[in-house]
């Protein structure tokens, strides 16, 4: 079955502490892959996107993903976490063109 | 994005009472699809539609049904609204960017809250 899973559910890390947040999904043909944020009481938004190529992706804010096909893995990553990245960060996978799944979810709490 | 609205943005409801919420896009986009988030479980795809004639049971569409009123509108109701449905539903829009990878694009959001 197809799936998406996050692993860590609740991060909490201090102001330019690096952050890993980690992304499996199940085999299932085709995948794109897509990292999102919901900033608390608002909808979710794009970080960044892997459809085919140079497997490191940089998206918006300094995020960058990295996509290791032989593990199914799609881990998100960013060199120095600031207060304002506190949210919930949401992997997602499109399947043959045709559904989205998203993982459960990781709340990251950034202390100032 | 303001692109994708969502009515109401909070409701709170009696178990029992038909409630319906409403998507509407102005993206042009052919698919629309309904989501809930609960905490700890992300988002579940309820429903979803690849155009007006096109609909299609996402993971956990007991207990709602939908409509696909127009290629702009995509409701979504709870017949006889229970606790359990108490949620935060979003509704979402897709279709192919510039670079050929179909992305979604998300409402505000609807915080539904069963008593």
């Known amino acids: 079955a197809q799936s998406v899973s996050q692993h860590n559910h609740h991060v909490i890390l201090s102001e330019a502490a690096s952050l890993e947040l980690g992304c499996n999904y199940s085999y299932g043909g085709t995948v794109n892959l897509f990292w999102y944020v919901q900033y608390p009481g608002q909808h979710l938004q794009l970080l960044l996107k892997y459809f085919s190529g140079d497997p490191l992706v940089k998206g918006i804010k300094g995020f960058e993903a990295e996509f290791i096909k032989s593990k199914f893995s799609f881990n998100l990553r960013k060199p120095s976490v600031q207060w304002s990245d506190t949210a919930e960060y949401f992997c997602a996978a499109l399947y043959n063109f045709n559904k989205f799944y998203f993982g459960s979810g990781t709340k990251l709490n950034v202390k100032p | 994005d303001a692109d994708v609205t969502q009515t109401p943005r909070n409701r709170i409801t009696k178990t029992g009472k038909r409630i319906m919420l409403e998507c509407s896009q102005t993206?042009?986009?052919?698919?629309m699809y309904w989501y809930r988030q609960d905490p700890g479980l992300g988002l579940r795809l309820i429903y979803y539609?690849?155009?007006?004639?096109?609909?299609n049971k996402g993971e956990i569409s007991d207990g709602y049904s939908v409509s696909r009123q127009a290629q702009a509108k995509f409701s979504l109701s709870l017949e006889s609204a229970i606790p359990n449905q108490t949620a935060l539903y979003f509704c979402a829009t897709s279709d192919f960017s510039a670079t050929g990878l179909r992305e979604q694009f998300f409402g505000p959001g609807t915080r539904l809250t069963v008593l």
């Open positions: 539609s690849f155009d007006v004639k096109d609909i």
């Open positions: 993206k042009g986009h052919d698919r």
